[in-house]
Nanobody, 122 residues
Framework: QVQLVESGGGLVQAGGSLRLSCAASGRSFSSHVMGWFRQAPGKEREFVGY????????YYADSVKGRFTISRDNAENTVYLQMNSLKPEDTAVYYC???????????????WGQGTQVTVSS
């Protein structure tokens, strides 16, 4: 079992930055692929990116590539999402998720946090 708690969301102006954190409980954090997803009002939850178990490899959606960076600290059981050059279309609830596969499919992730709101004003 893995429990995930996101933090760091808020209101930011376009062009600004935010760093989201996702703290995990349980001893198996380092055995999970960690993903970030987001969901805007009235839209499907969409993939943002994932990081492999060791933190040596990441993969991003085209919409955030070059602006967002995922990292993890397995000693601290935490994964991060650094978001730069934010745009109004990045406004969404952001979720972290833990899974066993390298995939952008939300259905493949077993554990989810409660989400944190990110609002980007124009």
């Amino acid at each position: 079992q893995v429990q995930l708690v996101e933090s760091g969301g808020g209101l930011v102006q376009a062009g600004g930055s935010l760093r989201l954190s996702c703290a995990a409980s349980g001893r198996s954090f380092s055995s999970h692929v960690m993903g970030w997803f987001r969901q805007a009002p009235g839209k499907e939850r969409e993939f943002v990116g994932y990081i492999n178990r060791s933190g040596s490899s990441t993969y991003y959606a085209d919409s955030v590539k070059g602006r967002f960076t995922i990292s993890r600290d397995n000693a601290e059981n935490t994964v991060y999402l650094q978001m730069n050059s934010l745009k109004p279309e990045d406004t969404a609830v952001y979720y972290c998720a833990a899974g066993g596969r390298y995939t952008n499919s939300k259905n493949a992730y077993d554990y989810w946090g409660q989400g944190t709101q990110v609002t980007v004003s124009s």
